[in-house]
């Protein structure tokens, strides 16, 4: 079945520094999700892609639609400490169809 | 405008014991989810509904598992008998319609022992 892959899983970087995360699939996807789920809620959606190629920012973060659309990325520029959670990349084949979330990168800041 | 609610937030049963999950979805919400997330794993679809019918249940243990939306607006997830494996945290979304954007809630994390 449609399996997604993140890296990292996990990282700790200083207040301040960038992140990058990305995420990969095993098939297609034309709609690309990214979540963030801090701990004891459920998951929100911080960015939507629609569209192969596609560059969309929210405030600090940047996120893009890998080419091939089988890949994602997601940037935040300037990290603070309420940055710390759990980012989930998900796809889905066509907006109507289920949400595919990927295992998660976890997040944590030092100030 | 209030967001999803769910009931109980914690959960604790003992394996064969039967439980069940509640959720209220954001006023008007015609499509309601329910996700199982096992610790260190992504959310994963068990049911969705479209008002009170069935979309997709593909993934949904049904031997075990049960859920209904029986007035398209509440909803209810039962597991009897449950599992090791069924612990987890329950979480539930709703979706204006279809292909909308996901609320979730808080989840209900259950632990079997």
């Known amino acids: 079945g449609q399996q997604l892959n993140q890296s990292p899983q996990s990282m700790f970087i200083q207040e301040g520094e960038d992140v990058s995360m990305n995420c990969t699939s095993s098939?297609?996807?034309?709609?690309w999700l990214w979540y963030k789920q801090d701990p004891g809620e459920g998951p929100v959606l911080l960015i939507a892609?629609?569209?192969?190629?596609e560059l969309t920012s929210n405030g600090r973060l940047t996120a893009q639609f890998g080419i091939t659309r089988k890949d994602s990325f997601l940037n935040i520029s300037a990290s603070i400490p309420s940055d710390v959670g759990i980012y989930f990349c998900?796809?889905?084949?066509?907006?109507?169809?289920?949400?595919?979330f990927g295992p998660g990168t976890s997040l944590s800041v030092i100030p | 405008e209030a967001g999803v609610a769910q009931s109980p937030r914690y959960k604790i049963i003992e394996k064969r014991q039967s439980v069940a999950f509640w959720c209220n979805p954001i006023?008007?919400?015609?499509?309601l989810y329910w996700y199982q997330q096992i610790l260190g794993q992504g959310p994963k679809l068990l049911i969705q509904?479209?008002?009170?019918?069935?979309?997709?249940d593909s993934q949904l243990p049904k031997d075990r598992f049960s859920a209904e939306r029986l007035k398209g607006v509440d909803s209810t997830l039962k597991i009897q008998p449950a599992k090791l494996e069924d612990s987890a945290v329950y979480l539930c979304?709703?979706?204006?319609?279809?292909?909308?954007?996901?609320?979730f809630g808080p989840g209900t994390r259950l632990t079997v022992t």
């Open positions: 979304a709703s979706s204006l319609y279809r292909g909308n954007e996901q609320y």
């Open positions: 098939s297609i996807f034309n709609t």
């Open positions: 892609l629609y569209k192969a190629g």
């Open positions: 998900a796809g889905q084949e066509t907006s109507y169809d289920k949400v595919i």
């Open positions: 006023s008007g919400h015609a499509t």
């Open positions: 509904f479209q008002n009170n019918g069935v979309v997709d």
